[in-house]
């Protein structure tokens, strides 16, 4: 495993990110929506190296016609019996500068095309504008914070004493922020996953998929990973394939390069896998326990929708997973995040956070973003209307539903009894074949 290497070379195939003409018609709302996320964002220098190279586009078409008509000349010449020797030699030289400035359009090109690959979604006219994630504004709440008349103890300490996971053999088998589950442990992970499982596939309509955990750089590309996250990522050695950082990479991508029929939308899609991320602008964060570790399991729900039904596709989403919550009965809440503190590819994100004791507060759980078409742009999955026959983006919506180990420590935390013992949440019993750890 490796770092990626810079920069990354992108073909003519791939698709834009945010939209070049969106951005010539707008460049003023572009610039004001960005500047929501972070100040320090433009599009200026997209927009100048847009107008060079429309220039030398621009110049290289006219060079191309007075080449055509100089051709055309020199045939009728020839026909008379003229010379043509100089006519040719200027016909050379239009061709020499058609193939400078068409270098030079290639270039400007792929430096476009790398701006816009770093260059993260507007986020929408909605969500809450601040600076960061204490701007975030809390939408609901389900359950009230965990209390007991004895001391709650950390689920890091519960979960090593009573050798459900065993931290420093994951260690030793791998490096640190591996773990290792062990007997009613890893039964107890593997039921979450399973009971995620049916529940979005049963009662939410989700079809379950299987993908593969190894994905190669365009899948990567298309939903937002890469460039901009690439030391966030595991790579494999001399290939282009990378450990997925969420099952959101190949089941998004299913569809990179396709046109469905409006029909067949929206495609509601669940998915377990384990994940792997790097963590590399974490350290010191989260270092103790299950919350942020370099290998996880997740059950994810991701959607395609068209435009029109994109916003309320994502408040059912959330609510699919919310729901999961409910069942187990761990405190809760639905966080609308502000523009500073959204994913780079998300317009819209909901954030449920569950309280764990040891924190004294709540941690993230899922992340339920709405992409609008900013990751079909990059995937190029499109749609076909079924009134117009008009060819248009998706809109893909994704979240986890939810993190299996982060829900794991969660029940540890908020189910611990003064005898020490963990009750099992009762519609995981019949998972688990226990009531009790």
């Not at 103890?153 to 922020?177: C, M, N, P, T, Y």
């Not at 039921?191 to 899948?219: C, M, Q, R, W």
């Not at 792997?276 to 399991?297: M, P, W, Y």
Request: charge should be negative.
């Amino acid at each position: 495993m490796r770092r990626l290497p810079a920069p990354i070379k992108l073909t003519k195939k791939e698709e834009k990110m945010l939209d070049i003409k969106l951005i010539r018609e707008n460049p003023e709302k572009i610039n004001e929506l960005l500047k929501r996320r972070n100040p320090n964002l433009s599009i200026d220098e997209v927009i100048q190296i847009d107008i060079e190279r429309r220039a030398m586009q621009t110049r290289a078409d006219e060079l191309r016609a007075k080449r055509k008509t100089e051709s055309q000349k020199i045939g009728e010449l020839k026909k008379q019996g003229e010379n043509t020797d100089e006519i040719q030699e200027d016909v050379r030289k239009i061709g020499d500068e058609i193939k400078i400035l068409e270098e030079k359009e290639v270039e400007f090109d792929q430096q476009q095309r790398n701006l816009l690959l770093n260059i993260p979604n507007t986020p929408d006219e909605t969500a809450p504008i601040g600076k960061s994630e204490d701007d975030n504004k809390i939408v609901s709440g389900c359950g009230e914070p965990t209390e007991a008349e004895f001391e709650l103890r950390a689920h890091w300490d519960i979960v090593e004493e009573k050798g459900l996971v065993d931290f420093e053999r994951g260690v030793k088998l791998s490096q640190s922020r591996f773990i290792l589950y062990r007997g009613k442990g890893a039964v107890l992970e593997r039921a979450l996953i399973n009971f995620f499982l049916d529940v979005h596939t049963k009662e939410h309509g989700y079809e379950e998929i299987l993908p593969p955990v190894l994905v190669n750089s365009a899948a990567m590309i298309g939903t937002g990973q890469l460039p901009k996250f690439a030391e966030d990522m595991y790579k494999c050695e001399n290939e282009d394939l990378y450990m997925i950082p969420t099952a959101e990479v190949p089941v998004t991508n299913i569809y990179q390069g396709e046109i469905l029929a409006e029909e067949d939308l929206p495609k509601y899609m669940t998915a377990y896998t384990p994940c792997f991320r790097r963590e590399a602008g974490s350290a010191g964060k989260d270092t103790r326990g299950l919350i942020r570790v370099h290998q996880f399991n997740k059950v994810e729900l991701v959607k395609l929708t068209t435009p029109k039904t994109s916003h309320d596709e994502h408040i059912k989403l959330t609510k699919n997973a919310e729901k999961v919550l409910e069942l187990l009965e761990l405190p809760y809440r639905r966080v609308e995040l502000c523009t500073a503190d959204m994913g780079f590819s998300a317009n819209k994100c909901f954030d449920l956070e569950v309280y764990m004791p040891s924190y004294n507060g709540y941690k993230e759980i899922s992340s339920c973003s709405n992409f609008g078409d900013f990751q079909a742009r990059r995937a190029n999955i499109r749609y076909r209307e079924k009134s117009s026959g008009k060819i248009q983006f998706v809109h893909t919506i994704n979240g986890s539903g939810v993190a299996v180990g982060r829900a794991f420590a969660a029940i540890i935390e908020n189910f611990q009894q003064e005898d020490g013992t963990i009750k099992i949440p009762r519609v995981l019993q019949p998972y688990t074949g226990f009531d009790t750890i």
